[in-house]
């Protein structure tokens, strides 16, 4: 993955948009498109024991998102969830959960004066670089 990931403008908004709707609850879901270009949002339910803490995507949910994403021809680029306390950054379980080493990671804090409400990150092997977000 480069230093850089592209995301359409209306699904960057939907982001802010999911998490805003519950911001005392992390939100999370799926992201996908082509070539590189984030296209759509796939919202999950957050399924965790204590959404406030922490997220999970059931897996018959997640299964189920997937066989959607391929069904519309798209492929998995990213994951999203929002940290309720406005620290958009990777905690320990973000980080020894990121199953996807080819996915960007982005994490929306909800609150409206949050200097950067969506940030986006490449986890590898405990590894987290940040990405530069391209809107297009």
Do not use: T, W
């Amino acid at each position: 993955m480069s230093g850089s990931v592209h995301i359409a403008k209306q699904v960057s908004a939907q982001l802010v948009e999911h998490a805003r709707r519950n911001p005392a609850l992390e939100c999370c879901g799926l992201l996908a498109g082509r070539d590189g270009v984030i296209a759509r949002l796939f919202p999950a339910a957050n399924a965790a024991g204590d959404p406030a803490k922490s997220y999970d995507i059931a897996p018959a949910e997640l299964f189920g998102l997937m066989r959607e994403m391929r069904a519309a021809g798209l492929e998995l680029l990213g994951l999203y969830h929002s940290h309720p306390n406005g620290q958009n950054e990777p905690s320990a379980s973000d980080i020894e959960r990121a199953y996807y080493p080819d996915a960007a990671y982005f994490i929306i804090a909800p609150r409206a004066d949050a200097a950067q409400p969506v940030r986006a990150f490449s986890i590898r092997e405990g590894r987290v670089a940040e990405l530069a977000i391209e809107i297009v």
